[in-house]
């Protein structure tokens, strides 16, 4: 589904839904990079979010942009290598303003498990459901 990611590259910022005790939470995130289905993001180890995915590590997101709507859902995955990590610092400009070192921060991958995408603006409007392999 190559329009989804294509859209994902041009708007960055997402939704992104956590679960605490049953209930979701709901916080602006951006992609800090997209390799083949897998989304990488980063967050500070003592913020609310870091914690919850620890605890459980299902998350949604939904990027939207006048009538497109892309929804991906999966698990966050604490498994991100040196090399990345530093490559996601120092490619996004607002991480060093925020962050003296790029071991300030704690790196993770989404690899996506399913991915929704709409078109409103076709009529009918486009609807597209795409279920991926766990790897």
Known sequence: MEKAFEFLKANKAVAFATVEGGKPKIRVFEVMKQHGNTLYFTTAPGKE?????????NVEILAMKENIFVRIAGQAVF???DKTAREIYATNP???????AYTDLVYFRL?????DYYDLTPDPPLQEHRDYEQK
């Open 49 to 57: 979010v870091y914690r919850q995915l620890q605890e459980s590590p």
């Open 79 to 81: 498994d991100v290598d």
């Open 94 to 100: 607002v991480l060093p303003r925020l962050y003296k």
């Open 111 to 115: 690899p996506i498990a399913t991915l």
